[in-house]
């Protein structure tokens, strides 16, 4: 399984955004709508052996769920929507527990530390790093667990975390890239190990 | 340079469209703006030596030229209102002379074959294609330029001008992509060409 966990540093934790506006007042929630495009969509087909978790103000969680979604469109508008529905279910989900607000999309009170050490546990996380190896260097690990930010840095806590919890020290390229091109770039590269012939 | 086409089957050609609705009404207009997005953004940066054209319902192309583009954002609904500022330009593009609607992003009345005719002189043409050589088999060309299609599949017509017009015929990896993620494969590919230790 490949696990993503995108950190929405300005998302939004209340239902009360329009979603004619994901850019500004959203807290640019139109760059983490990307992160699951990026996640789940191929031409014709979805990848449903995806996690994806957004990380909302580290105040609480949406996972995306691969095997399980539904009603799931490539546009960033039609995903804010799911992303709305599921801060409207929060009232729902006590302590850590999750509620499921559409098919595959689970809303909880849980922070960027409890989920990486969660998603941590039968993953090689993968830090993506300036300073990391060339990705053309490395075999690609079975369970690759990515953490991405969203169109801001990591805070120094974020980073501290994730080095602490990091396997493997990455980059994907010479060109610094937003995170959902990142992800696109990542799949890209595990899905071409072991197709010498493709 | 890097040079993309895209070609937008449903996409409009008049202004008239709800910025809400890009995904349906809009004939799939959100799949353009998301190419716009991979063609030009990085982290921090923006890749100013590239040109794309939008070729809606192959009537007219809006061509956006990295080096002079001004007021572009990520996310697809203020890309779509550029898109629709060019579509109110069009009746001050005469023939096959280009209008500027915003900065560096220009309307004319050209179609898919004069589009290719004009781009592919100085290029290398590269077909993406599922039986092509794998990418990472081949040295990556100076000057290409990509062709490539919005949500549906090319036409007999536009395929058969493709394969005219095509240099190389290469796969971007095995499994087959969205246009705005091969974009995004492509991009890394070509950034990391030569670059040993990056």
Partial sequence: MRQFIVLGHD???TPDFSLDDLAGAAGR???L???VNSAFFLSHDFRSDVRLFLVMQDELTIRFEGSELRRLNPDERSTAALIR???EAKSEAIGHMEAESTPGVFVSKRDFETILDEASRRATVVELHEDGTPVVDLEPPEDPLFV???HGDFTDEEADLLAEASDERVRLG???LHGNHAMTVAHN???TDGYTEY
Same sequence: chains 1, 2.
Avoid: E, G, H
């Fill in 11 to 13: 998302a939004p934790t």
């Fill in 29 to 31: 929630l139109d760059a």
């Fill in 33 to 35: 709508c990307r992160c």
């Fill in 85 to 87: 529905k599921a801060l």
């Fill in 148 to 150: 991405l930010s969203d």
């Fill in 174 to 176: 010479p060109a610094l």
């Fill in 189 to 191: 590269y595990l899905d």
